[in-house]
């Protein structure tokens, strides 16, 4: 509980190291092409982190992840790992999802690219996802409830006759990768929790183009959609403040302000 709500110092740290993830994304575009392996944008991502960056990859080792980010292509849902085998090319949706550690302190923010011209239902899953996340941020702030992130996500994602994936949550996030509270990206009435100033967590909703059923592979790590439906998602680290929130891994190019005032 001790590490849930964050001081003025955790905070300086958790902006330091938010902004390096932000800039990890910002970074990568150009080399988002057709015909690049996505062990090259592994490496070229690693670089920058640790050398221009002074920063670890927090994905590197966690759990025996042999690579320092995620790269998820069309039906890969999350944790997909680079591979000097496979190349992006003309069409493909691309997930990449950063994990930092900078001065003990981790953020994770993720977020999608097209590699060339996508077609428009590629190109609206895309735009769902980001929407969902971005709505989402409308209710955050101290004394809310944590389960209206959850709430406005999948009736959001399911307006638009797409799917929310169930299994796997946004979570706290500091001096642990992965801390309490929990944030589903569904509606669960059951959960109480009240969001507090101070708290940071993630938010980061996966959505299908067909059902939300996943499966693992056999590399225990990449998660697949179940029917070969194409899938989804942007990630961002989140403080609750006591109007609103900010967010912690905020880009250049966002067409939204880093900080909400949600009164
Ligand atoms: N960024 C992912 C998350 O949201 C990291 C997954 S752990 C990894 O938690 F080892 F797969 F990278
Ligand atoms: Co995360």
Redesign the pocket.
Known sequence: MKNILKNKYDLQQIRISGKITANVLEMIQPYIIPDISTEEINKICHHYITHVKKAIP??LG??N?PKS??ISVNDVI??GIPNKKSFLKTGDIVNI???VIKNNYYT?A?KMFSVGPINKKNKLLCKIAQNSLYLSLKCIKHGARINNIGKIIQKYVEQNKFSIVKE?C??GIGKN??DLPYILHFYNKNDSTIMREGMVF?V?PMVNEKSSHTKCMEDG?TIKTKDGGLSAQY?HTILVTDIGCEIITHQENEKIPKIFINT
């Open positions: 927090a994905c966690y759990n992840f980010i995620c999350c944790h999802d950063v994990s994770d993720s796997y946004g979570h990768f992965h993630t980061e790590w990630e």
